[in-house]
């Protein structure tokens, strides 16, 4: 009983507060100087948007997609040393096939040549 009025009351406190910050945070008024798109005191010379590389971009995007797969494959190496597992061993398998076809494929379209 303690418990569960103990919960209500913290949840009842976060309320308040998420409340609270939310009217101190609010925007008061509109000004030149925080429009801009910089604030270093100097005038802007030039666009604010810049060309943007998109070889750039997508070595970005592969790093974060083959990042993710190199932690999905974390569970594999843990299995191959206690579980041992046909079904495990098939399914990493799958999965490793998986990821080098894609790999291949990044390969010959030329997404992993920087300069071309």
Known sequence: MVMG???????????????????LSEKRG??????????????????ARSPFSIRFFLVAVLFVVFDVEVVLLMPFAYMFFYGKSVLGILSSS?????????LYHEYRE???EWVG
Request: proline letters at 4%; aromatic letters at 14%; a negative charge.
């Open 5 to 23: 009025l103990s919960v209500v009351f913290v949840c009842i406190v976060c309320c308040l507060f998420s409340g609270l910050f939310m009217m």
């Open 110 to 112: 030329g997404s992993l």
């Open 30 to 47: 509109l000004d030149r100087e925080k429009c801009s798109p910089y604030e270093c005191g100097f005038e802007p010379i030039g666009s």
């Open 94 to 102: 799958g999965f490793l096939l998986i990821l080098f076809v894609g």
